[in-house]
């Protein structure tokens, strides 16, 4: 018996993953050096694929689109999704929070500039220090 007939009626069940995991693997194994064996499965699942596109399925009823289309129509609609407003109380307390906040900073601001003139005062006067300290030193 020729190798390649000893395969032959398994490369269909074989292009279709219809074998066990030990019919498979012979398969594969004669696949690696047969490029003939190689050719008919990939022409087998081209087949394959070419007769599964071209099935067609049953033909829907005649009213089918009509009864779709109407109960399309007839489903509720939710109501309008507007965003709820914040009662008048909330909302002023959010306006209130925010200039609250913007005070905070504006303040907070000025003490930044403020200590920062006072540590630009205090390296000068530290260098006028050291200074008068090398000069106290040179004349001592």
Not at 3 to 11: V, Y
Not at 56 to 70: A, H, N, Q, V
Request: one cysteine or more; hydrophobic letters at 45%; aromatic letters at 4%.
């Amino acid at each position: 018996m020729d190798l390649h007939e000893q395969f032959a009626d398994d490369l269909t069940l074989y292009a279709l993953d219809a074998l066990d995991a030990g019919e498979r693997l012979a398969i594969e194994k004669h696949l690696e050096n047969c490029p003939a064996c190689r050719a008919e499965v990939e022409r087998l699942r081209d087949d394959f694929a070419l007769l599964a596109l071209s099935a067609s399925g049953p033909m829907p009823p005649p009213r089918c689109r009509e009864r779709l289309i109407d109960a399309i129509q007839n489903e509720l609609r939710p109501a309008s999704t507007r965003p709820r407003t914040r009662s008048g109380w909330l909302n002023a307390l959010g306006w209130a929070a925010a200039a609250a906040a913007m005070i905070v900073v504006i303040w907070l601001a000025r003490q930044n500039r403020r200590l920062e003139g006072q540590v630009a005062r205090s390296t000068a006067a530290q260098r006028q220090l050291l200074g008068a300290r090398e000069l106290a030193t040179l004349l001592t």
